[in-house]
Protein backbone atom coordinates (compact mmCIF):
# COMPACT_ATOMS: atom_id res chain seq x y z
CA UNK A 1 0.00 0.00 0.00
CA UNK A 2 1.58 3.11 -0.78
CA UNK A 3 2.30 5.70 2.07
CA UNK A 4 -0.72 8.48 1.03
CA UNK A 5 -2.48 5.40 0.66
CA UNK A 6 -1.80 4.05 4.09
CA UNK A 7 -2.98 7.42 5.83
CA UNK A 8 -6.04 8.53 4.36
CA UNK A 9 -7.19 5.05 5.15
CA UNK A 10 -5.85 4.32 8.45
CA UNK A 11 -8.35 4.32 11.21
CA UNK A 12 -5.71 5.90 13.40
CA UNK A 13 -5.99 9.33 11.38
CA UNK A 14 -8.71 11.12 12.67
CA UNK A 15 -9.52 14.71 13.23
CA UNK A 16 -8.13 15.34 17.33
CA UNK A 17 -6.50 12.28 17.61
CA UNK A 18 -2.94 12.34 16.46
CA UNK A 19 -0.45 9.91 18.29
CA UNK A 20 2.53 10.00 19.75
CA UNK A 21 4.87 6.89 20.58
CA UNK A 22 7.28 7.34 22.85
CA UNK A 23 9.84 5.55 20.30
CA UNK A 24 9.26 8.85 18.28
CA UNK A 25 9.67 12.02 20.58
CA UNK A 26 13.65 11.78 20.41
CA UNK A 27 12.41 12.32 16.64
CA UNK A 28 10.07 15.04 17.82
CA UNK A 29 12.43 17.24 20.13
CA UNK A 30 15.06 16.94 17.47
CA UNK A 31 13.15 19.34 14.78
CA UNK A 32 11.45 21.34 17.21
CA UNK A 33 14.22 24.43 16.76
CA UNK A 34 14.58 24.14 12.86
CA UNK A 35 14.45 27.80 11.22
CA UNK A 36 14.32 28.39 7.81
CA UNK A 37 17.63 30.23 6.07
CA UNK A 38 15.73 32.85 4.52
CA UNK A 39 13.81 35.75 6.44
CA UNK A 40 11.34 36.74 3.91
CA UNK A 41 7.62 35.43 4.20
CA UNK A 42 5.07 35.19 1.33
CA UNK A 43 1.26 35.10 2.57
CA UNK A 44 -1.15 33.75 -0.41
CA UNK A 45 -4.25 34.80 -0.58
CA UNK A 46 -6.95 32.57 -2.97
CA UNK A 47 -9.73 34.34 -4.50
CA UNK A 48 -12.10 31.12 -4.99
CA UNK A 49 -14.65 31.14 -7.64
CA UNK A 50 -13.40 33.06 -10.53
CA UNK A 51 -13.05 36.56 -9.58
CA UNK A 52 -13.93 39.26 -12.42
CA UNK A 53 -10.54 41.08 -13.32
CA UNK A 54 -12.37 43.39 -15.55
CA UNK A 55 -14.37 44.80 -12.81
CA UNK A 56 -11.59 44.53 -10.59
CA UNK A 57 -8.50 46.42 -12.40
CA UNK A 58 -11.19 48.64 -14.77
CA UNK A 59 -10.09 49.50 -17.90
CA UNK A 60 -12.31 52.64 -17.97
CA UNK A 61 -11.42 54.48 -20.70
CA UNK A 62 -12.03 51.76 -23.30
CA UNK A 63 -15.57 51.76 -24.82
CA UNK A 64 -15.61 48.29 -25.26
CA UNK A 65 -15.89 47.26 -22.02
CA UNK A 66 -19.18 49.20 -21.18
CA UNK A 67 -20.23 48.39 -24.77
CA UNK A 68 -19.80 44.63 -23.32
CA UNK A 69 -21.02 45.59 -20.06
CA UNK A 70 -24.15 47.81 -20.17
CA UNK A 71 -25.22 47.02 -16.93
CA UNK A 72 -22.64 45.51 -14.63
CA UNK A 73 -20.13 47.86 -15.52
CA UNK A 74 -17.90 50.14 -13.04
CA UNK A 75 -19.16 53.85 -14.09
CA UNK A 76 -15.79 55.65 -15.10
CA UNK A 77 -16.70 58.75 -12.84
CA UNK A 78 -16.63 55.62 -9.71
CA UNK A 79 -13.36 53.61 -10.98
CA UNK A 80 -10.43 55.17 -8.74
CA UNK A 81 -7.89 55.96 -11.75
CA UNK A 82 -4.02 54.67 -11.45
CA UNK A 83 -3.21 55.36 -15.15
CA UNK A 84 -5.14 57.08 -18.19
CA UNK A 85 -6.24 53.40 -18.92
CA UNK A 86 -7.18 51.66 -15.70
CA UNK A 87 -8.29 52.18 -12.00
CA UNK A 88 -9.30 50.35 -9.32
CA UNK A 89 -12.62 49.10 -8.17
CA UNK A 90 -14.13 51.54 -5.51
CA UNK A 91 -14.57 48.65 -3.10
CA UNK A 92 -10.56 48.86 -3.20
CA UNK A 93 -10.24 52.40 -1.78
CA UNK A 94 -8.34 50.79 0.93
CA UNK A 95 -6.01 49.04 -1.95
CA UNK A 96 -6.20 52.42 -3.63
CA UNK A 97 -4.31 53.75 -0.67
CA UNK A 98 -1.57 50.81 -0.24
CA UNK A 99 -1.11 51.72 -4.13
CA UNK A 100 -0.27 55.23 -3.85
CA UNK A 101 2.36 54.55 -0.96
CA UNK A 102 4.12 51.88 -3.59
CA UNK A 103 2.91 48.99 -1.98
CA UNK A 104 1.23 47.46 -4.47
CA UNK A 105 2.31 46.01 -7.63
CA UNK A 106 -0.63 45.00 -10.48
CA UNK A 107 0.39 41.87 -13.38
CA UNK A 108 -2.55 42.16 -15.87
CA UNK A 109 -3.33 39.15 -18.39
CA UNK A 110 -2.28 36.06 -16.10
CA UNK A 111 -2.99 33.08 -16.97
CA UNK A 112 -1.42 29.69 -19.14
CA UNK A 113 -1.66 27.91 -22.63
CA UNK A 114 -4.33 25.80 -23.44
CA UNK A 115 -6.75 27.39 -20.43
CA UNK A 116 -8.90 25.26 -18.19
CA UNK A 117 -12.95 26.69 -17.18
CA UNK A 118 -13.70 23.99 -14.61
CA UNK A 119 -12.92 25.48 -11.10
CA UNK A 120 -11.35 22.56 -9.67
CA UNK A 121 -9.00 21.55 -12.66
CA UNK A 122 -7.80 25.46 -13.26
CA UNK A 123 -7.32 25.92 -9.22
CA UNK A 124 -5.75 22.22 -9.32
CA UNK A 125 -3.13 23.63 -12.31
CA UNK A 126 -2.42 27.45 -10.18
CA UNK A 127 -2.20 24.97 -6.93
CA UNK A 128 0.08 22.47 -8.29
CA UNK A 129 2.19 24.88 -10.96
CA UNK A 130 1.47 22.79 -13.53
CA UNK A 131 0.68 22.52 -17.61
CA UNK A 132 -3.05 22.26 -18.76
CA UNK A 133 -2.83 19.02 -20.00
CA UNK A 134 -0.22 17.97 -16.77
CA UNK A 135 -1.31 16.10 -14.12
CA UNK A 136 0.20 16.81 -10.64
CA UNK A 137 0.01 15.42 -7.24
CA UNK A 138 2.05 17.93 -5.53
CA UNK A 139 1.34 21.45 -5.31
CA UNK A 140 4.07 24.08 -5.68
CA UNK A 141 4.58 25.27 -2.54
CA UNK A 142 4.90 21.42 -1.30
CA UNK A 143 7.70 21.30 -3.75
CA UNK A 144 9.35 24.55 -2.73
CA UNK A 145 8.86 22.47 1.09
CA UNK A 146 10.43 19.59 0.03
CA UNK A 147 13.67 21.63 -1.19
CA UNK A 148 14.60 23.22 1.46
CA UNK A 149 14.24 20.37 3.78
CA UNK A 150 16.22 18.36 0.87
CA UNK A 151 19.32 16.70 3.12
CA UNK A 152 17.29 17.72 6.52
CA UNK A 153 13.95 17.10 8.54
CA UNK A 154 11.44 19.77 8.75
CA UNK A 155 7.98 20.06 10.74
CA UNK A 156 5.22 21.08 8.78
CA UNK A 157 4.91 24.38 10.28
CA UNK A 158 6.87 25.52 7.49
CA UNK A 159 3.90 26.43 5.57
CA UNK A 160 0.70 27.06 7.45
CA UNK A 161 -2.89 27.54 5.55
CA UNK A 162 -5.53 29.17 7.98
CA UNK A 163 -8.65 26.52 7.17
CA UNK A 164 -9.57 22.96 8.77
CA UNK A 165 -8.23 21.26 5.23
CA UNK A 166 -4.70 21.53 3.62
CA UNK A 167 -5.08 22.76 -0.37
CA UNK A 168 -3.27 20.44 -2.60
CA UNK A 169 -0.77 24.01 -3.16
CA UNK A 170 0.71 22.70 0.05
CA UNK A 171 1.59 19.17 -0.32
CA UNK A 172 4.75 18.03 -0.77
CA UNK A 173 6.28 14.52 -1.59
CA UNK A 174 8.13 14.48 1.65
CA UNK A 175 6.82 17.43 3.41
CA UNK A 176 3.22 18.88 3.55
CA UNK A 177 2.43 21.85 5.08
CA UNK A 178 -0.10 22.18 8.11
CA UNK A 179 -3.25 23.82 7.89
CA UNK A 180 -5.35 25.38 11.17
CA UNK A 181 -8.19 27.86 11.78
CA UNK A 182 -6.54 29.22 14.63
CA UNK A 183 -3.30 27.67 17.15
CA UNK A 184 -5.24 27.09 20.28
CA UNK A 185 -7.84 24.93 18.21
CA UNK A 186 -5.38 22.84 16.76
CA UNK A 187 -3.20 22.14 20.23
CA UNK A 188 -6.28 21.80 22.19
CA UNK A 189 -7.43 19.00 19.53
CA UNK A 190 -3.46 17.03 20.54
CA UNK A 191 -4.14 17.32 23.95
CA UNK A 192 -7.57 14.77 24.51
CA UNK A 193 -7.16 11.98 26.89
CA UNK A 194 -6.79 9.22 24.07
CA UNK A 195 -3.93 11.20 22.41
CA UNK A 196 -2.02 10.93 25.98
CA UNK A 197 -3.07 7.32 26.75
CA UNK A 198 -1.95 6.43 23.05
CA UNK A 199 1.61 8.51 23.62
CA UNK A 200 2.69 5.59 26.27
CA UNK A 201 2.16 3.15 24.17
CA UNK A 202 4.45 1.33 21.78
CA UNK A 203 3.19 0.04 18.27
CA UNK A 204 4.17 -3.51 17.39
CA UNK A 205 4.78 -3.80 14.11
CA UNK A 206 8.21 -1.46 13.09
CA UNK A 207 6.85 -1.79 9.12
CA UNK A 208 7.84 1.69 7.12
CA UNK A 209 4.26 2.39 6.51
CA UNK A 210 3.29 2.43 10.34
CA UNK A 211 6.49 3.94 11.46
CA UNK A 212 6.00 6.79 8.04
CA UNK A 213 2.32 7.64 10.03
CA UNK A 214 3.85 7.82 13.49
CA UNK A 215 6.34 10.10 12.37
CA UNK A 216 3.64 12.13 10.30
CA UNK A 217 1.58 12.35 13.36
CA UNK A 218 4.64 13.16 15.39
CA UNK A 219 5.67 16.07 13.49
CA UNK A 220 2.11 17.58 13.01
CA UNK A 221 1.49 17.66 16.88
CA UNK A 222 4.95 19.18 17.21
CA UNK A 223 3.89 22.23 15.10
CA UNK A 224 0.95 22.04 16.90
CA UNK A 225 2.66 22.72 20.42
CA UNK A 226 5.27 24.64 18.69
CA UNK A 227 2.56 27.27 16.98
CA UNK A 228 0.53 27.18 19.52
CA UNK A 229 3.48 28.21 22.24
CA UNK A 230 4.64 31.02 19.92
CA UNK A 231 1.23 32.25 19.35
CA UNK A 232 1.00 33.20 22.88
CA UNK A 233 3.86 35.95 23.10
CA UNK A 234 2.54 38.65 20.58
CA UNK A 235 -0.86 39.93 20.57
CA UNK A 236 -2.02 42.48 17.39
CA UNK A 237 -3.15 45.86 19.26
CA UNK A 238 -4.60 46.44 15.86
CA UNK A 239 -8.67 45.93 15.16
CA UNK A 240 -9.11 43.98 12.35
CA UNK A 241 -12.47 43.23 10.67
CA UNK A 242 -14.45 40.19 11.99
CA UNK A 243 -14.48 39.00 8.56
CA UNK A 244 -12.70 35.44 8.19
CA UNK A 245 -10.03 37.06 5.96
CA UNK A 246 -9.63 39.04 8.86
CA UNK A 247 -9.40 36.68 11.53
CA UNK A 248 -7.49 34.99 8.81
CA UNK A 249 -4.70 37.65 8.62
CA UNK A 250 -5.13 38.76 12.17
CA UNK A 251 -3.68 35.18 13.22
CA UNK A 252 -1.05 35.22 10.80
CA UNK A 253 0.40 38.48 11.49
CA UNK A 254 0.28 37.48 15.44
CA UNK A 255 2.49 34.43 14.65
CA UNK A 256 4.30 36.32 11.81
CA UNK A 257 5.17 38.77 14.58
CA UNK A 258 6.09 36.54 17.46
CA UNK A 259 8.81 34.75 15.22
CA UNK A 260 7.33 31.56 14.14
CA UNK A 261 9.60 29.82 11.90
CA UNK A 262 7.22 29.82 8.93
CA UNK A 263 7.55 30.57 5.60
CA UNK A 264 4.34 30.28 3.65
CA UNK A 265 1.10 31.27 4.69
CA UNK A 266 -2.11 30.46 2.45
CA UNK A 267 -5.65 31.77 3.47
CA UNK A 268 -8.83 31.19 0.80
CA UNK A 269 -11.56 34.14 0.20
CA UNK A 270 -14.38 32.18 -1.99
CA UNK A 271 -17.76 33.39 -3.56
CA UNK A 272 -16.31 34.74 -6.56
CA UNK A 273 -18.38 32.83 -9.17
CA UNK A 274 -20.45 35.74 -9.88
CA UNK A 275 -23.06 34.14 -12.53
CA UNK A 276 -25.92 36.12 -11.51
CA UNK A 277 -26.13 39.94 -10.11
CA UNK A 278 -22.62 40.17 -9.81
CA UNK A 279 -21.71 43.83 -8.62
CA UNK A 280 -23.30 43.50 -5.04
CA UNK A 281 -21.65 40.32 -4.27
CA UNK A 282 -18.31 41.53 -5.76
CA UNK A 283 -18.35 44.76 -4.64
CA UNK A 284 -19.23 43.00 -0.93
CA UNK A 285 -15.94 40.72 -1.04
CA UNK A 286 -13.89 43.00 -2.98
CA UNK A 287 -14.08 45.34 0.12
CA UNK A 288 -13.75 42.30 2.38
CA UNK A 289 -10.31 41.92 0.71
CA UNK A 290 -8.89 45.01 0.61
CA UNK A 291 -9.87 45.84 4.40
CA UNK A 292 -8.24 42.86 5.64
CA UNK A 293 -4.89 43.35 3.52
CA UNK A 294 -4.97 47.13 4.66
CA UNK A 295 -5.21 46.27 8.36
CA UNK A 296 -3.06 43.20 8.06
CA UNK A 297 -0.15 45.62 5.85
CA UNK A 298 -0.27 48.62 8.18
CA UNK A 299 -0.02 46.34 11.38
CA UNK A 300 3.12 44.84 9.83
CA UNK A 301 4.44 48.28 9.15
CA UNK A 302 3.74 49.59 12.57
CA UNK A 303 6.16 46.75 13.73
CA UNK A 304 8.88 46.93 10.94
CA UNK A 305 8.38 43.43 9.23
CA UNK A 306 6.49 45.00 6.24
CA UNK A 307 9.59 44.93 4.18
CA UNK A 308 9.84 40.96 4.74
CA UNK A 309 6.46 40.14 3.53
CA UNK A 310 4.88 40.22 0.51
CA UNK A 311 1.05 39.01 -0.16
CA UNK A 312 0.15 37.39 -3.49
CA UNK A 313 -3.61 37.53 -4.84
CA UNK A 314 -4.60 35.23 -7.61
CA UNK A 315 -7.76 33.41 -8.52
CA UNK A 316 -8.37 30.62 -10.91
CA UNK A 317 -9.60 32.30 -13.95
CA UNK A 318 -11.28 35.66 -14.90
CA UNK A 319 -14.81 35.78 -16.21
CA UNK A 320 -15.80 36.28 -19.71
CA UNK A 321 -15.56 40.07 -21.36
CA UNK A 322 -19.25 40.19 -22.61
CA UNK A 323 -21.71 40.27 -19.34
CA UNK A 324 -24.51 37.19 -19.53
CA UNK A 325 -27.93 37.66 -19.15
CA UNK A 326 -28.34 37.18 -15.53
CA UNK A 327 -26.20 40.58 -14.80
CA UNK A 328 -23.34 38.29 -14.45
CA UNK A 329 -19.82 36.94 -16.06
CA UNK A 330 -19.00 33.73 -16.86
CA UNK A 331 -15.78 31.79 -16.79
CA UNK A 332 -13.19 33.34 -18.74
CA UNK A 333 -9.55 32.91 -18.26
CA UNK A 334 -6.88 35.63 -18.12
CA UNK A 335 -7.04 37.77 -15.01
CA UNK A 336 -4.71 40.05 -13.00
CA UNK A 337 -2.75 39.60 -9.71
CA UNK A 338 -1.85 41.37 -7.07
CA UNK A 339 1.66 41.71 -5.20
CA UNK A 340 1.25 43.81 -2.14
CA UNK A 341 4.12 44.82 0.49
CA UNK A 342 7.69 43.79 0.64
CA UNK A 343 9.90 46.92 -0.12
CA UNK A 344 8.42 50.04 -1.73
CA UNK A 345 7.74 49.63 -5.98
CA UNK A 346 9.63 51.80 -8.58
CA UNK A 347 6.39 50.53 -11.09
CA UNK A 348 3.28 49.60 -9.77
CA UNK A 349 1.60 48.49 -13.02
CA UNK A 350 3.67 46.00 -14.36
CA UNK A 351 2.60 45.04 -17.79
CA UNK A 352 0.15 46.02 -20.47
CA UNK A 353 -3.63 46.73 -19.73
CA UNK A 354 -6.19 43.85 -21.64
CA UNK A 355 -6.58 44.07 -25.15
CA UNK A 356 -10.31 44.16 -25.70
CA UNK A 357 -9.90 43.98 -29.56
CA UNK A 358 -8.20 40.64 -29.90
CA UNK A 359 -9.81 38.07 -28.03
CA UNK A 360 -9.79 34.52 -27.69
CA UNK A 361 -13.02 33.57 -28.56
CA UNK A 362 -14.43 36.09 -26.47
CA UNK A 363 -11.99 36.05 -23.45
CA UNK A 364 -8.65 37.91 -22.93
CA UNK A 365 -5.30 36.37 -24.02
CA UNK A 366 -2.96 35.83 -21.50
CA UNK A 367 0.79 37.60 -21.85
CA UNK A 368 1.96 36.80 -18.55
CA UNK A 369 2.36 32.70 -17.79
CA UNK A 370 1.36 32.35 -13.99
CA UNK A 371 4.59 30.60 -13.62
CA UNK A 372 6.30 33.36 -14.45
CA UNK A 373 5.39 35.04 -11.32
CA UNK A 374 5.68 32.04 -9.03
CA UNK A 375 8.96 31.40 -10.25
CA UNK A 376 10.36 35.06 -9.66
CA UNK A 377 9.22 34.62 -5.89
CA UNK A 378 10.69 31.48 -5.86
CA UNK A 379 13.73 32.74 -6.97
CA UNK A 380 14.09 36.33 -5.18
CA UNK A 381 11.59 36.03 -2.67
CA UNK A 382 12.18 32.94 -0.73
CA UNK A 383 15.58 32.01 -2.61
CA UNK A 384 15.21 28.62 -3.56
CA UNK A 385 15.65 26.97 -7.32
CA UNK A 386 12.51 27.61 -9.28
CA UNK A 387 13.39 25.66 -12.00
CA UNK A 388 13.97 22.59 -9.22
CA UNK A 389 10.63 23.04 -7.97
CA UNK A 390 8.41 24.06 -10.83
CA UNK A 391 10.17 21.08 -13.21
CA UNK A 392 10.74 24.18 -15.61
CA UNK A 393 12.58 26.84 -16.35
CA UNK A 394 9.96 30.19 -16.75
CA UNK A 395 11.21 33.47 -17.68
CA UNK A 396 11.32 35.58 -14.46
CA UNK A 397 9.56 39.11 -14.31
CA UNK A 398 10.87 42.15 -12.22
CA UNK A 399 8.29 42.27 -9.27
CA UNK A 400 9.33 45.09 -6.86
Excluded at 49 to 54: F, K, Q, S, T, V
Excluded at 70 to 79: D, G, L, R, T
Excluded at 183 to 206: I, M, R
Aim: net charge neutral.
Amino acid sequence: MKRREFLKNSAFVTTGSLLIPQFLKAYERQHLDYTPSNEKVLVIIQLSGGNDGLNTVVPYQNDIYYQERPSIAIKKESVLRLSDEIGLNPALDKIRGLYDNGLVSIINNVGYPNPDRSHFRSMDIWQTGSSSDQYLSTGWVGRYLDAQCSGKSCLPHQALEIDDTLSLALKGKNVNGLSLQNPEKLYAQTQNAFVKLVADSTPASHHENVEYLYKTLASTVSSAAYVHSKSKISKSRFIYPTTELGKSLKTISELILTGVSTSVYYVSLSGFDTHIRQNDQQDRLLRQYAEAVDIFVNDLKANQRLDDVMVLTFSEFGRRVKQNASNGTDHGTANNVFLIGGPKRTRSILNEAPNLTDLDNGDLKYSIDFRQIYASLLDDWLKTDSKLVLGSEFKPLKLY
